[in-house]
């Protein structure tokens, strides 16, 4: 069985008020988000769309029409993360910003280089984000490793959903088949509320590390505590925090650590 990690887009809509200049479409864990539906309603509500590409880097949505875009390609500003963790990391934090638009590409270079345009003269308040030199390097050689790298984790994928893709209690990752899956995590669900951290138990002592992203919702995050928000308003992302575990997908797993992986997984629910 399968579950869907990302928000549906009437929920987009729902959410939508005179306030609103911007949708930030999430493509979380390594899939697309709805980029049909999200366009169309940044389209008619003349709304930019940005899309949050730091754990899709090289996944790709094709559209009714029959083209093909890579994520972070679609909306007036695309972003990433190089870090470490990441499919294509660095050797500590960086990141990169994506927009077709000259105009907007020269303010976010400007904001990322302290507000300035000119040596010395800040034209605004901006930020010290410059990606180094050095790290620079590093990623332009690992980017022409990254199609391997993106094949071998979905190769690992392949083999968790042949494996546990029919254990009662447990989802495996959805998948939209109009979007290719570069799995930057495989995240399972887990039914019941306590079941979660029983098999993270588990898996900790039999020696396989997992991670739960995330713990805690933006909404009951106390750094948004301001706008109001309570527990309940997002039942789906509270359930989805108290159910989630990540398992080992990075290229390197050979074919014997995946199986003693599901198999401890499986043992759990026979168990």
Do not use: M
């Not at 077709?100 to 303010?107: E, G, I, K, S, Y």
């Not at 900790?204 to 995330?214: E, I, K, L, R």
Request: contains cysteine.
């Amino acid at each position: 069985r399968c579950t869907a990690t990302t928000a549906p887009v009437r929920g987009v809509r729902a959410a939508l008020t005179p306030r609103t200049g911007a949708v930030v479409a999430v493509h979380l864990f390594g899939q697309c988000a709805d980029l049909e539906e999200i366009s169309e309603v940044c389209r008619t509500a003349n709304l930019a769309l940005i899309e949050d590409n730091a754990q899709a880097l090289g996944a790709t949505f094709t559209f009714a029409n029959g083209a093909t875009a890579h994520a972070g390609t679609v909306g007036e500003v695309g972003t990433t993360s190089f870090f470490p963790s990441k499919n294509l990391g660095c050797l500590g934090d960086g990141g990169a910003l994506f927009t077709r638009d000259p105009t907007r590409a020269h303010l976010l270079y400007q904001l990322a280089n302290h507000g300035q345009r000119q040596k010395y003269h800040h034209q605004r308040v901006g930020l010290n984000s410059r990606l180094d030199t050095l790290q620079a390097a590093l990623l332009r050689v690992k980017l022409r490793h990254l199609p391997a790298a993106q094949a071998a984790r979905q190769a690992v994928a392949a083999c968790y959903d042949a494996a546990l893709g029919a254990v009662p209690g447990l989802h495996i990752p959805a998948r939209d088949a109009r979007s290719s899956h570069v799995f930057h995590q495989y995240t399972l669900v887990v039914e019941g509320d306590s079941q979660r951290d029983a098999l993270q138990q588990h898996l900790t002592q039999h020696g396989v590390p997992s991670a739960v992203y995330y713990p805690l919702p933006v909404h009951e995050q106390p750094a948004y505590g301001y706008l109001g928000y309570r527990a309940g308003q997002f039942p789906v992302a509270e359930r989805l925090c108290r159910q989630v575990l990540s398992l080992p997908v990075h290229p390197g797993l050979t074919v014997a650590q995946q199986a003693y992986i599901t198999g401890q997984v499986r043992a759990f629910f026979v168990t």
